[in-house]
């Protein structure tokens, strides 16, 4: 059975990191691939370093073409693919020798995958780690993620993106079928997994640390306004208005905090006309429900952990949220989200695992 796995290279001015990438494959134990390198309109050097680097190895390509963004460059990348299987690989990212073979495995174990994924390292623009890889960290468990997308799969997706892009390997027509949509100009991976959970699809949690994602000066998710304002399009666009009222509800309740990081409710209003966007009503439909309600404390802290220009009114609302389920009074926020990820452990285990 053929195992040719096409690795999607999308490029754009960062032929910088290209070679770091290129040499990342070519190390590869497993050795049956081809390497498609889009370049996506790049304005400086990097379509000749591509172009030589392709003349090293006849398992590499370059594809030109207009700059349309990183999810336009990756469907042409997926168009051009001839493998069995897929994986994307950013020109400023690197797989340790390890990462094909591995990718590969969970599909001889199982026809029936779409997707098997690892948690890449974090790394600084040399590739030195930035924090300390941990596999099995409370709040953003990969175990209880694993667990969650094998049994309750938009539970997880609901309330961020697990992913990160150079930590998957999909079954080609998979992928293909779906295709990025390039409306996107970031959260496009967290979009398409949204669309495969939708869809049915199967994901497998692979251990260990197989690649490496390179934090930088010019990465995509530098752009704070941008990621904020694409993750309320993912919501809206999968979540927003399904059936499951608490999938739904958790979806809207993560609009409202995110529209407000954008101080932007005519925006969040444009996107779900006729909806109610009174931020108390809302929450207070959200966390009538227990289950929910952990979910979106846990989404609630960890937002306003990480974004300290949260605006206060919002703060409020989202420690009223909290304090539904776990009443605090002045402790810290480590105190605080430990007893949040108890209660949000009991209630897996009793309702969504069980």
Not at 299 to 328: D, E, H, N, Q, T
Not at 331 to 342: D, G, L, N
Request: proline share 3%; charged share 20%.
């Amino acid at each position: 059975m053929s195992q040719l796995v096409s690795v999607i290279i999308p490029l754009y001015n960062q032929g910088h990191f290209l070679v770091d990438s290129i040499s990342s494959l070519t190390k590869q134990k497993h050795q049956e691939w081809e390497g498609i390198i889009v370049n996506d309109g790049s304005t400086d050097h990097s379509g000749d370093i591509a172009e030589s680097i392709a003349k090293q190895d006849s398992r590499i390509k370059v594809v030109h073409r207009v700059n349309g963004g990183l999810a336009a460059a990756r469907n042409t990348g997926i168009n051009h693919a001839s493998g069995d299987y897929v994986a994307l690989l950013d020109s400023d990212d690197y797989l340790l020798p390890s990462f094909l073979g591995t990718m590969l495995k969970p599909f001889q174990e199982r026809t029936d995958l779409s997707l098997s994924w690892c948690k890449p390292q974090e790394t600084d623009a040399c590739l030195f780690p930035i924090r300390p890889f941990v596999s099995g960290n409370k709040l953003y468990s990969t175990k209880l993620t694993s667990q969650l997308l094998s049994t309750k799969p938009a539970m997880r997706l609901v309330w961020d993106n697990p992913f990160l892009t150079c930590g998957q390997m999909w079954k080609a027509k998979t992928i293909k079928s779906l295709k990025y949509d390039d409306s996107f100009r970031s959260n496009e991976d967290w979009d398409i997994a949204c669309r495969l959970e939708r869809a049915g699809g199967i994901f497998q949690f692979v251990e260990g640390v197989h690649s490496l994602y390179r934090r930088h000066g010019s990465s995509l998710n530098n752009n704070q306004y941008r990621m904020i304002e694409t993750r309320i399009r993912c919501g809206v666009k999968n979540y927003a208005h399904i059936a499951d009222p608490w999938i739904s509800g958790l979806a809207r309740l993560s609009l409202v905090l995110g529209s407000s990081m954008l101080e932007d409710n005519d925006y969040l209003m444009a996107l779900i006309p006729g909806d109610s966007t009174d931020d108390h009503s809302i929450i207070d439909k959200v966390f009538s429900d227990v289950e929910l309600s952990a979910f979106a404390a846990l989404w609630c802290g960890g937002i306003i952990r990480r974004v300290r220009s949260c605006p206060s009114s919002r703060c409020a609302i989202a420690l009223r949220a909290i304090r539904k389920i776990i009443p605090f009074k002045s402790v810290t926020w480590k105190a605080v989200m430990h007893r949040i990820y108890e209660n949000f452990q009991d209630v897996i285990h009793t309702k969504s695992l069980g």
